[in-house]
């Protein structure tokens, strides 16, 4: 029972999300002259934000030791933004992780912001798999699936408008806490 709806939520976490817009009215409405052409000029330079990131990640999964890893995420947003994110870390005791997660991001600096400082939550579901002898391959089914949550807070460095470097901490639970640092690019 609890794989079939680990299953499940797995699946709801994977399948596209659709987002519905309201559409404000126009920051030049009733505005004429130079000042509205100065609302154009900076509402031109405003563009919708989809990224993906890639990183390399640890996590306290256990009291004995860190797990090392790497992550891939994709996001879209301006202000807040939403996501998926699938991390896959290893450990020395021989347990492998892999974790998809939904994650919401807002930014601290205002609603249009795409840089700075963020919290993000984080759910999703992780699997983990204790291999004797390290293989190098998660192996499905794995031996244990629990579902993870948390938080986590970090810093957006923009690079030429477009290229992005992110440091960030976690924590959460199955794991107590977490570092990493991502790179990407922004369209």
């Known amino acids: 029972m609890f794989r079939k709806s680990l299953l499940l939520i797995v699946l709801l976490i994977l399948f596209p999300t659709f987002a519905i817009y309201a559409q404000d009215e126009s920051p030049t409405e009733g ?53 998926l994110k699938a991390s896959y870390y290893y450990n020395k005791e021989d347990f492998l992780i892999f974790e998809v997660d939904l994650f919401l991001r807002f930014y601290t600096s205002g609603r249009n912001a795409y840089e700075g400082h963020f919290i993000q939550l984080i759910g999703g579901a992780s699997l983990i798999d204790y291999s004797k002898g390290f293989s190098g391959f998660f192996k499905f089914p794995s031996n244990i699936g629990v579902l993870n949550a948390g938080f986590s807070t970090g810093w957006r460095f923009l690079l030429n408008n477009n290229f992005f470097a992110e440091p960030s901490v976690k924590f959460g639970y199955p794991y107590f806490a977490g570092l990493s640092v991502s790179a990407g690019v922004r369209f």
Do not use: M, Q, R
Request: aromatic share 16%.
């Open 31 to 83: 505005v004429t002259g130079t000042k509205k052409e100065k609302l154009d000029s900076k509402s031109l330079n405003v563009k919708p934000d989809f990224w993906f990131g890639i990183g390399g990640e640890t996590a306290f999964y256990s009291a004995s030791g860190l797990a090392y890893g790497g992550s891939f995420a994709l996001g879209y947003g301006t202000g807040s933004s939403i996501g």
